[in-house]
């Protein structure tokens, strides 16, 4: 179901999606090729790059897509619209569809073109097959899913940024292959630069601007006490100097022990006798590097890079599988492990006290990461503890935890979760025999652990189907801890810990509640029916979300899951979409004085200023041309700004493009919005 039949019969907007990105660049030259029955056939300068694999036959097509490329880069995704995804005229097909891309040899980049391009002289294209030539090297792959034409699907892999950065004169040609697949006659279809509903191939880069690709690669994890560090220089480097050391703050000020000096080269072993480091590597610690490119010729060197860090693992077991507050675990799993650095023999503890598991001194030891402890009682909260030895020491393992089914449990918010509002209510499911259930909560976890009946953090007992709690309103920036025991006539079961973190800021809209359910669904939640847009109307060209599942928009997100797509069409009307405001109305509490939120606009965006409006109190952004801006960019804007609005009672918040009040000659548009917050 939809909500705009109309829109969608009389006409068709462009959807147009590019990836954040500092550099975007369309597709100069696009094609498909098809043979064998069309092997002399050009499709160059139709509407789309259409891909299908039918085992060699004459509905076999390939697409061939150039761009220009002249910088090195640091990330790069390819990012297509889909333009067909059916069976002849068909809709939606139920297939998905794997979609190979290739890098074609620097040697040919030159020897096709749009107008002249066919099955017989595609340059790499294997004439008897569905495949390329070896001189096209596979880059990697990507999914697209049985989704209606207008969405966007994106590639990147370091291969696309390796195949970009190695080539010599400034073009590249991509070449895309559809897989077998379960029927042979889907099609899948992109728009071409030449398509006019959709936006043209583009090729999203970030351009490197200091070192780059590190080897390990930044958070990973190092089963030795020595590495071999490598990284991608920038072109106008003519030498580096290496930071490293495992103290965060010394390596990104360079001071202390963290500089190990000047390199030429970009590789660097450490760990060993004559190299930085040289009594080895500590098992359990977390290394910090960065590395500064140099070059004493230009007035802009050195140019500081990122901090990467890697981890050696440790000498305790660790990454515990049910990993560590698992929920409903089959009570026939068998428990597996990462050994600690060296070890040869582990030690396994298991029962139901943590106390108990926690000061046993004698257990099971096997000889493998892995242990069966038999059938597990249904309805329980469980403790275990690996005790690592490496023939020399034992390492005293951490306490893990985990429930079996029944158990109570699905907590909300979730064990972890952050950024959770103040305004938050707890609930959770109860023990599928328990009578009732014991709550307690506050701001230490070890006073929640150990807490009775008799201290401060017991809330009380709730009965079943109570099985909720409003803890009013919380503190910014605030851990909580909590705890619900299982009572039974005979025993009680203490529950696990569980634990959230409130965020620093108030949330206005994050758009992650935003649901595809229609009405009359009473969990219906559509962003368009929060967002009043002017669908409907001929003064407001403002159009929220998509008009067919997913209304919110799911692929180019800031934060979360999920973000709200919004065309704008100014022609002689402005655009504005309004959200009612339930919570937060008070813009004082806690202290907050701005409001800060994030936009990006699409590739071929007309030039539109942009507003937020609070009430009749207006504020534009400094850039008249912010909707050209396709990177994610926060807008913070001091309340005060909102000149006499009252702050203590904000009914509605305005997003809008044009001039409010004064409709007039403008473009279209597609925007997208994220994270609308309150904060300090």
């Keep these: 179901m939809c909500r705009r ?9 462009p959807m147009l999606s590019l990836m954040s990105t500092a550099q975007a660049g369309e597709a100069t030259v696009d094609a498909f090729v098809r043979g064998p029955a069309n092997d002399n056939t050009n499709y160059g300068t139709g509407g789309s790059v259409t891909l299908k694999n039918s085992g060699g036959n004459s509905y076999d097509r390939k697409g061939y897509i150039r761009f220009d490329v002249a910088d090195v880069v640091s990330e790069a995704s390819l990012v297509l619209t889909v333009s067909t995804n059916n069976e002849g005229g068909g809709g939606t097909t139920p297939q998905t569809f794997t979609i190979e891309v290739y890098g074609l040899a620097e040697s040919l ?7 002249d391009i066919t099955w017989n002289n595609a340059p790499g294209n294997d004439t008897s097959s569905s495949n390329f030539t070896a001189d096209a090297t596979l880059l990697g792959s990507f999914i697209v899913e049985p989704i209606p034409v207008g969405n966007v699907v994106s590639f990147s892999d370091p291969n696309l940024v390796d195949f970009i ?3 010599t004169d400034n073009q590249i040609t991509l070449l895309l292959r559809r897989t077998a697949g379960t029927s042979s006659s889907h099609n899948v279809a992109f728009a071409s630069k030449e398509n006019t509903n959709y936006s043209a191939p583009a090729l999203n880069l970030e351009v490197a601007t200091r070192a780059f690709g590190p080897d ?8 030795a006490t020595w590495a071999s560090l490598s990284w991608r220089a920038l072109d106008s480097a003519v030498s580096h100097d ?4 495992d103290n965060l703050d010394d390596v990104n000020d360079g001071v202390g022990d963290s500089f190990q000096g000047n390199e030429t080269d970009t590789t660097l072993l450490v760990g060993f006798p004559g190299f930085p480091i040289p009594g080895g590597l500590i098992p359990g610690t977390t290394y910090y590097w960065r590395i500064d490119e140099v070059n004493d010729a230009d007035p802009n060197s050195p140019w500081k890079g990122s901090i990467w860090r890697f981890s050696i693992s440790p000498e305790t077991a660790y990454n515990p599988d049910p990993a560590d507050g698992a929920e409903f675990v089959d009570p026939n799993q068998v428990f597996t492990w990462s050994p600690g650095y060296g070890a040869k023999l582990h030690t396994v503890y298991m029962g139901t006290s943590f106390d108990e598991v926690n000061d046993a001194a004698g257990g099971t030891p096997v000889g ?7 059938t597990l009682e249904s309805e329980e909260v469980y403790y275990w503890r690996i005790d690592e030895f490496d023939a020399i020491n034992t390492y005293k393992g951490d306490i893990w935890s985990f429930t079996t089914p029944g158990a109570v449990g699905n907590s909300q918010p979730a064990n972890g979760t952050v950024d959770v509002s103040m305004v938050e209510t707890l609930s959770w499911t109860p023990a599928d025999t328990a009578a009732s259930s014991d709550l307690y909560f506050g701001a230490d976890a070890a006073a929640v652990y150990n807490a009775t009946t008799a201290s401060p953090e017991y809330i009380g007992n709730k009965a079943l189907g109570s099985e909720s709690y409003d803890p009013g309103k919380l503190a910014l920036d605030s851990t909580y801890h909590w705890r619900v025991d299982a009572v039974y006539p005979d025993k009680i079961v203490k529950g696990l810990v569980w634990s959230f973190a409130t965020a620093e800021f108030i949330g206005v809209d994050d758009f992650e509640a935003y649901n595809d359910f229609d009405p009359p669904d009473p969990e219906s939640n559509r962003i368009f029916d929060k967002w009043i847009d002017g669908f409907g109307t001929t003064d407001n060209g403002a159009l929220v979300g998509n008009d067919l599942p997913p209304y919110a ?13 919004y065309r704008y069409d100014n022609a002689n009307k402005t655009s504005e979409a309004t959200m009612t405001l339930v919570y937060p109305r008070d813009w004082t509490e806690e202290g907050v004085t701005k409001l800060s939120l994030w936009f990006r606009g699409a590739s071929g965006n007309s030039a539109e200023r942009m507003f937020v409006a609070l009430s009749n109190a207006v504020v534009y952004h400094d850039d008249p041309a ?13 309340l005060s700004a909102f000149a006499g609005v009252d702050l203590t009672n904000v009914n509605s918040i305005t997003l809008g493009f044009g001039t409010k009040g004064s409709p007039a000659v403008g473009g279209t548009g597609t925007m997208y919005f994220d994270d609308l917050r309150l904060i300090r």
């Design 242 to 245: 290496v930071y490293l050391g």
């Design 216 to 223: 390990p690669a930044d958070g990973a994890l190092l089963e």
């Design 368 to 374: 493998s990461a892995s242990y069966s402890p038999g």
């Design 626 to 638: 912010a909707t050209e801006i396709t990177r994610w960019t926060e807008w913070v804007i001091d």
């Design 5 to 13: 039949l109309i829109y969608l019969v009389s006409f068709v907007v």
């Design 109 to 115: 980049d030159h020897t096709w073109t749009e107008s």
């Design 165 to 167: 950065n190695s080539d």
């Design 553 to 565: 928009e799911q692929t180019i997100v800031h934060g979360g899951v999920q973000s709200m797509i």
